[in-house]
């Protein structure tokens, strides 16, 4: 396979260069402001840095339009998305990080799934906000419906870029990329926000 080959994608590329895609390049700093605001909440480090990857891996493909900064697209949403599905048992529920690290196989299991059925990882995820929405209670449960609504309006965006070209060249893709900067920043806030009460409500050892 010829990594460098080019990838035309999106209703705002026309042709090979730099900055064939002006809109869906310059929206992925919305990627680069969740990471910074994520990066300096207590227990957001990881999460922060992980955004910080899907910032570079977006803007190099929209950029590039080239198959390896594809995969590294690609590829940096699903380390994410993994990383999550780890941490979700471990600090909304208690499970040891040893048996958490399972939510990573089940995820996948459960995306295979939803593949079969003519989905894919995205549709997964969405499903997977929405689950967590409805297993959980008070705040965190408000603030996945608020990541699932909007994870919802921004798939249906990325959906729809093809369709939309003849009467908006520039497409709907880069409102992917805005609507996504608030979705991860909205799950990765959830988690950090959870995990960081939970230390204050661990006793202390004297």
Not at 90 to 96: D, E, K, P
Not at 114 to 127: R, T
Not at 139 to 151: I, K, P, Q
């Amino acid at each position: 396979m010829n990594w460098t080959a080019y990838v035309d994608g999106y209703c705002e590329r026309l042709a090979p260069g730099l900055w064939g895609e002006p809109l869906n390049s310059l929206s992925n700093l919305a990627f680069l402001i969740a990471a910074i605001a994520v990066w300096r909440q207590p227990k957001g480090r990881v999460f922060g840095a992980l955004i910080g990857l899907v910032f570079l891996g977006s803007t190099a493909f929209h950029l590039l339009a080239t198959r390896w900064s594809a995969a590294a697209d690609t590829g940096f949403i699903l380390v994410f998305v993994l990383y999550y599905a780890a941490v979700f048992p471990h600090v909304f529920f208690g499970v040891r990080r040893r048996l958490a690290w399972l939510g990573i196989p089940v995820f996948l299991a459960f995306t295979a799934v939803v593949a079969s059925l003519g989905g894919g990882l995205y549709l997964s995820a969405l499903i997977g906000l929405v689950i967590f929405a409805v297993i959980l209670r008070g705040e965190d449960r408000r603030r996945f419906a608020l990541a699932a609504g909007v994870f919802g309006v921004s798939l249906s965006s990325r959906t729809a870029d093809h369709t939309v070209c003849g009467n908006f060249p520039a497409g709907t893709h880069f409102l992917w990329h805005l609507l996504n900067g608030l979705v991860l920043f909205l799950a990765a806030n959830a988690a950090t926000k959870r995990a960081a009460s939970r230390q204050d409500a661990a006793p202390s050892r004297s």
